[in-house]
């Protein structure tokens, strides 16, 4: 006989049973060392760490869409791009805490009013590829009508605050340690972020709207004849997603001080979906390693070629990128945490053989 072919769906295992007091230590633990390491780097690493906090969140949020829904949207920049505009529209203002939570909810009304636009015109095409290609259409638009609203957004030149509003609040505070600076505040800030929307998008997956979405994700046909209006849960995913992404883009704007139109180009989401695809697409903590691994490598990228000028290779970064990820689908196609619960999945079945 044949050896038994396991098929995991990583995402039917998120909260598939109680942690353990094993698995809770070891979190705590790992909530500690990031709550400690602040005070070990320099502020340099730091802005670096809250970067992939908050862009570990954009990537989950593209993964509610490609990972358990099934949807391929080109056009996720929109919604972060218009959140990073919203911060730093907002904050530019005056930075300090009510500004912030305006921007907030001015990001969650707009992200919730296009993402249901795009719902409803990606839901018209009806199919992946058209949809997709009607995104990548919708977020054209919306970036080049950035790039011409020069009174608002200051066009190709975009917007940036000052380094003394950085931070709002209690995020401005620094501790002195070793005679630097260290933007305490600022880190943790965006590592609460992180942690929330981590616990608010899991729980949406393992609720019935979110059970609902993965059988639409495995059979639409199928979820339709079970009397499931799919568009209306299309539609649901495509707001929590858009959602998610606002915030995310939000809190970025207090990091990076800056929006331009970049951040509304197809290259950004292109960022999101490497990053689901290389920590697993359908796992939503795969976003997160993805998010730390890609823009670590980015940076290290950058500055290989700032200090070796010479070699034009480095002026490339995406070419070192893109043979990762090549590497990353033929030998682990389901992503990095995708081929950790598919070991788990085998270790449970051995010991189910070794049972009979």
Not at 47 to 70: A, E, K, P, Q
């Amino acid at each position: 006989m044949g050896k038994a072919k396991v098929k995991v769906n990583a995402a039917d295992m998120i909260g598939s049973k109680k942690m353990s007091p094993v698995q809770i230590g070891a979190l705590l633990a790992l909530i500690a060392t990031f709550v400690a390491l602040p005070f070990f780097i320099g502020n340099t690493t730091i802005v670096l760490v809250c970067r992939i906090f908050i862009l570990g969140v954009y990537g989950m949020s593209y993964d509610i869409l490609r990972g358990y829904t099934g949807i391929i949207n080109l056009g996720q920049a929109s919604f972060f791009g218009s959140g990073v505009y919203i911060g730093v529209l907002a904050l530019r203002r005056e930075a300090d805490m009510l500004h912030f939570i305006v921007a907030l909810l001015g990001a969650t009304v707009f992200c919730l009013l296009v993402g249901f636009l795009y719902s409803k015109i990606v839901l018209l095409t009806g199919g992946v590829v058209p949809g997709a290609m009607i995104t990548l259409a919708l977020a054209e638009i919306v970036r080049n009508l950035a790039e011409r609203w020069y009174t608002v957004t200051g066009g190709q030149d975009g917007l940036s605050l000052r380094a003394s509003s950085l931070a709002i609040n209690f995020t401005s505070a620094s501790i002195r340690l070793g005679g630097r600076d260290k933007l305490i505040g600022l880190y943790l800030f965006t590592f609460v972020f992180l942690i929330v929307m981590t616990l608010v998008l899991r729980q949406f997956v393992m609720s019935p709207t979110g059970r609902v979405l993965m059988a639409i994700r495995e059979n639409d046909q199928r979820a339709k004849f079970l009397g499931y209006n799919t568009d209306h849960y299309k539609t649901i995913a495509f707001l929590v997603s858009a959602v998610a992404s606002g915030l995310a883009g939000v809190f970025f704007s207090i990091v990076v001080r800056f929006a331009g139109t970049d951040y509304l180009s197809i290259q950004t989401t292109l960022d999101a979906l490497l990053m689901t695809l290389v920590g697993g697409t359908g796992t939503l903590y795969g976003a997160i390693i993805g998010s730390g691994l890609v823009t670590y490598l980015q940076n290290l990228l950058l500055n290989l070629a700032r200090e070796y000028s010479d070699f034009r290779l480095l002026r490339f970064p995406m070419i070192f990128i893109g043979s990762i990820y090549v590497a990353i689908v033929m030998f682990m196609p389901s992503g990095i945490m995708g081929g950790v619960y598919k070991l788990q999945a085998m270790r449970k079945l051995k010991k189910s053989q070794a049972n009979k």
